[in-house]
């Protein structure tokens, strides 16, 4: 999966990622399902995806090992946004083995 910008520049690449297009008034329920759906069940650990939110012309990334943690993050950028606004929210992770 890749994330371009207008220009051709590649802002993000992953091998293993997916992506939903939500609203800003709904993204977290999107990065809910993408936190568990891309998550990697290791022998001694669980690998949390690392998010990218498309918000207009700006990508942004966040890394978290908590759910809670990574929403307060998010909110601080989401919060800007009018409700109806399109946002694109990427989850890529290391592939399962």
């Not at 999966?1 to 939500?22: E, N, P, W, Y």
């Not at 891309?38 to 012309?57: N, S």
Request: charged content about 25%; aromatic content about 8%.
């Amino acid at each position: 999966l890749r994330i371009i910008d207008q220009k051709g520049f590649i802002k993000v690449q992953r091998g293993h990622a997916s992506c939903m297009k939500t609203t800003a008034a709904n993204y977290m329920t999107a990065v809910e399902q993408l936190w568990e759906d891309m998550a990697v069940y290791q022998t001694e650990l669980i690998a949390r995806p690392e998010f990218y939110l498309c918000l207009g012309a700006r990508v942004s990334d966040f890394t978290a090992t908590d759910l809670e943690q990574l929403q307060l993050l998010m909110d601080l950028e989401v919060s800007t946004m009018e409700p109806e606004e399109e946002v694109i929210v990427v989850a890529g992770n290391i592939k399962q083995t």
